[in-house]
């Protein structure tokens, strides 16, 4: 099973100038991108997520603020991880559970493997743990 891991995504660019992130299938995005979205003024006491995807993988970037994430497979392994930095990616596996909070004024932007499909979400965590 593949596990979560983060992508450093080359930063492009200079102090005095500002940078530039990139993000390509295939290059240092591995899978083909079908669909991107964006996820902002979620507030601090919020907490996203709560489902799985059977077969999408993703890959979030917090472009401004921070981002915690918990991420959970059906073998109950846990990972932990923080965005705080445009220049990193965090590769999420299907079949992953995630939990999400977001300080003030976070903006991140997912790039996802597939086509918004509502039969793609697993939305119960105990179907999660134990559907084949
Ligand atoms: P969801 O993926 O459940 O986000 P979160 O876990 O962060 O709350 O999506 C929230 C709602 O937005 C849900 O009703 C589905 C809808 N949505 C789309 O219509 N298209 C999309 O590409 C995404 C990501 C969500």
Not at 37 to 62: D, F, M, S
Not at 83 to 99: A, E, H, M, V
């Amino acid at each position: 099973m593949q596990e979560p891991f983060l992508i450093e995504l080359q930063k492009i660019g200079e102090k005095e100038i500002g940078y530039i992130s990139v993000a390509q299938s295939f290059s240092n995005i591995p899978f083909e991108i079908k669909r991107i979205y964006w996820i902002y003024k979620t507030p601090e006491t919020v907490e996203r997520g709560n489902h799985a995807h059977k077969n999408t993988v993703q890959v979030l970037v917090c472009l401004s603020g921070k981002i915690s994430i918990t991420l959970e497979n059906r073998q109950r392994k846990v990972f932990d991880f923080i965005l705080d930095n445009p220049n990193q990616g965090l590769f999420i596996p299907n079949y992953y559970w995630r939990k999400l909070t977001f300080e003030k004024d976070t903006i991140s932007i997912c790039l996802a493997s597939s086509d918004f499909d509502e039969e793609d979400y697993m939305r119960n965590y105990n179907d999660f743990l134990t559907i084949k």
